[in-house]
């Protein structure tokens, strides 16, 4: 019996509770846990706010407007501006006012389950309504002129008054990207691949791609879109724009592809080059409605 009694009480199993020294460790372990959330928590708050604080604004223009025939589809005019300022202007020849170069008119269904773009050429000759110039010297009183001229003389707000005039929908939204913005976003992205026919020398606009099918970087990929001689000059700005679309979709499909919605560290950098380039009106100058734009598109 006694060593029986010996062997269950050695093996017996003990139930002890937690040492000071293990205690400690968890307190330590808990606190750290705590701080690394808040510093986590700090950084997303700052970001955002950096990020949504770098977004350019401007008003529509005030006047009578199209009626919003249907509640839930949206319509959003995309702008890229071809300004030479600053650093804007870097590298990139020729002289302009700042005129819009590229406009999308962009029609998101109200079921968020289709998106339909059509280009508007930026050469069209049309009927442009009144607009304040925005050097803030009085108002231009329109008149027929080339579409993009609008922009040089109001700025976005009078390109959405024009695009108003001429087609009768109602604009909710408009993006303006200038070449500074367009080239970070490719960069950003590590590039986006694209199919040149044939060789571009374009003696003009001082662009030279050679043919075959590559990826291009931001400067390449501005080259691309933007080359309306050489190459460009048998359809002009029609087959400029059917570049522009096509590239539009190529990057589109890298950024989901990429994963680039799900990677933190390549979300922040696709966010902070885009950005930095960005001209909106005020309700579209905010990142948790544009996260909530993006978030229903998903699909």
Known sequence: RGSWGHILSEGAPRHRGRTPRSRRLLKRIGIGVAVLLMVISTVAVIAYKRLEGKIGTQQFLAGPRPTEEVKGPINVLVMGSDTREGANGKGIGGDTPGLSDTTILLHLSANRQFAYGVSLPRDAMVQRPACPRKNGNGVDPGGITQFNAAYAIGG??????????????????????????????????????????????????????????????????????????????????IGRMKRQQTFISAMIKKVVSAGTLANPVRLIKFLDAAT??????????????????????KN
């Not at 950003?188 to 694209?194: D, R």
């Not at 001209?279 to 598109?297: C, E, I, M, R, V």
């Open 156 to 237: 976005p707000a009078c390109t959405v008054k024009t695009v108003e005039a001429l087609t009768g929908i109602r604009i909710n939204h408009f993006v303006v990207v200038d070449f500074v913005g367009f080239k970070s976003m490719v960069n950003a992205i590590n590039g986006v691949t694209v199919c040149v026919p044939q060789e571009v020398n374009d003696t003009v606009g001082h662009i030279r791609l050679p043919a075959g099918t590559y990826k291009v970087n931001g400067q390449q990929a501005l080259d691309y879109v933007r080359v309306r001689h050489d190459l460009g000059a048998p359809t002009g700005d």
């Open 276 to 297: 930095n380039s960005l001209t909106t009106d005020p309700g579209f100058a905010n990142l948790k409605q544009l996260a909530s734009l993006g978030s229903s598109l």
